[in-house]
């Protein structure tokens, strides 16, 4: 059985991954505009994110249903909220 904490969890990398799939397309957009070395540079960068974020879950959730601690699954989660609060700002900034 997978905690409350390991599914917060589980969450909040599912949206920080969300987050990341729409700053690539806002990124893709500008590169095909604009056609610079820094917007291929923020493509990369969001597609090698959305990578480690989809590690990320995969390994959380093996970690749940392996059955580590909640101790763990609490430490995570603060992570996970403030990498996506992060993102959700990049975001916020990049779209306009």
């Given at each position: ?24 397309v806002v990124y893709a957009r500008n ?14 960068f969001a597609a090698l994110l959305i ?46």
């Amino acid at each position: 059985m997978v905690s409350q904490l390991w599914s917060l969890n589980m969450v909040f990398g599912s949206a920080s991954i969300g987050l990341l799939v729409a700053l690539l397309v806002v990124y893709a957009r500008n590169l095909r505009q604009i056609r610079s070395a820094f917007g291929l540079g923020l493509v990369v960068f969001a597609a090698l994110l959305i990578a480690q974020n989809g590690w990320a879950l995969w390994s959380m959730f093996q970690w749940a249903t392996a059955g580590w601690p909640d101790t763990l699954a609490t430490t995570f989660l603060y992570l996970n909220i403030v990498q996506t609060s992060a993102f959700g700002v990049l975001l916020g900034i990049s779209w306009g």
